[in-house]
Each structure stands twice: as C-alpha cells, then as structure tokens.
C-alpha cells in the first residue's frame, strides 16, 4: 500500500511539473497573432552622414529583441543577406534604443548603426528601409504581411530585384497588417 501511495506521488508530482513546465512555456513563448493594422511612414527616414548619396543599394533593418514578431523574418532576412550581398546589396541593423539583445549568427553580416535619423518616429518592428544606388529611399515598411514572413510573401525580394535591374522603387508610405511590436516607448 505505501508502495502505490509512494508512486501515486511521484506521479502526481511529475504530472504537476510538466504542467508547470508547459504553462511556462506557453506564457513566455506562444503569442497570439494580433492582426494590427500599422502605417509605415519613411518621410523622416535619413541615412547617417557616411552612408549617405551614391553607393550601393542599401538596406537598414529595424531590430527590437524583445518583440517575438522580428522570430519569424529572422530566416528570411537571413536569405535575403545570402542572395543579395554577394551581388552587392550592403544590409545593416539599428536596434532598438535601451534594449538588449544579440542576432542570430546567421545575420552576424549586418552592419550595425548606432542610430539613424529619423528612425526615432518608427511605428513599428519589424521593419526595413531600402535605399538606392543614388541615396534615395525606395522602400519603408515591412517584411510583408500577416503573421510570417518568407520569399513567397516578401515585399523586399521584389524591390531589390527591381533595383538591381536599374528600375525606379518608390515605396516609402505602406500600409500592412501584421505582426507589429512598437518601436516608440
């Protein structure tokens, strides 16, 4: 009898623990999609002064840590860095001011920016900005919408293709629904 009454607890402890475990998992990690509409508005957009004019086509992403929506581009931004790079596209990063954080080693290419003028009126991450070979920004917003993002979804293969072929992007107001963390805060 003790022997039943001894496994009965132990089982009821492991079963109490893995509740534990899957409740913590689930608060910390799973996130609901909240289909938030944002608009993205680039007019204030600048290049620091050293990247600045003509160069080549250059794209600056928008990095807060803390948001579990940058998870789902972070792949994507990865292969777009692989595909884009090598023909001469620069791929840089501003993180988000007072937060903490490191990318994953897939993206240890993108250059950091301490900061970037006019980037302090961001609605949201994730976000990217593309600008041409003359200094012009061609592009401001997301990714691409709903809750993922990938090449089959992307806004951002298109427009560096467009790019790279010498054709003019001008794109730098979008409206999209996705998943949104606020850059202001």
Same mark, same amino acid.
């Given at each position: 009898?003790?022997? #039943?009454?001894?496994?009965?607890?132990?089982?009821?402890?492991? $079963?109490? $623990?893995?509740?534990?475990?899957?409740? @913590?998992?689930?608060? #910390?990690?799973?996130?609901?999609?909240?289909?938030? &509409? &944002?608009?993205?508005?680039?007019?204030?957009?600048? %290049?620091?002064?050293?990247?600045?004019?003509?160069?080549? *086509?250059?794209?600056?992403?928008?990095?807060?840590?803390?948001?579990?929506?940058?998870? !789902? /581009?972070?792949?994507?931004?990865?292969?777009?860095?692989?595909?884009? $790079?090598?023909?001469?596209? @620069?791929?840089?990063?501003?993180?988000?001011?007072?937060?903490? !954080?490191?990318? +994953?080693?897939?993206?240890?290419?993108?250059? +950091? %920016?301490?900061?970037?003028?006019?980037?302090?009126?961001?609605?949201?991450? +994730?976000?990217?900005? *593309?600008?041409?070979?003359?200094?012009?920004?061609?592009?401001?917003?997301?990714? @691409?919408? !709903?809750?993922?993002? /990938?090449?089959? /979804?992307?806004? *951002?293969?298109? *427009?560096? &293709?467009?790019? /790279?072929?010498?054709? #003019?992007?001008?794109?730098?107001? &979008?409206?999209?629904? !996705?998943?949104?963390? +606020?850059?202001?805060?």
């Amino acid at each position: 009898m003790a022997k #039943r009454l001894l496994t009965l607890l132990v089982l009821l402890l492991c $079963a109490a $623990a893995l509740w534990w475990a899957y409740d @913590s998992f689930q608060s #910390r990690y799973l996130r609901t999609f909240d289909n938030q &509409t &944002t608009f993205f508005d680039g007019s204030q957009l600048r %290049l620091p002064p050293e990247l600045a004019g003509p160069g080549p *086509i250059r794209v600056v992403h928008f990095w807060d840590p803390a948001c579990p929506c940058n998870v !789902g /581009n972070q792949q994507h931004l990865g292969e777009l860095v692989e595909h884009f $790079a090598p023909q001469g596209v @620069s791929f840089h990063v501003v993180q988000r001011a007072g937060s903490h !954080g490191q990318l +994953p080693a897939n993206l240890a290419a993108l250059k +950091p %920016l301490a900061s970037l003028p006019g980037s302090e009126q961001l609605p949201a991450t +994730p976000a990217v900005a *593309i600008w041409d070979r003359d200094g012009n920004l061609a592009y401001f917003g997301p990714y @691409s919408e !709903g809750a993922v993002c /990938n090449s089959s /979804n992307s806004f *951002i293969e298109p *427009i560096l &293709t467009a790019l /790279n072929e010498g054709r #003019r992007v001008q794109a730098s107001n &979008t409206l999209a629904v !996705g998943c949104y963390c +606020p850059w202001a805060g």
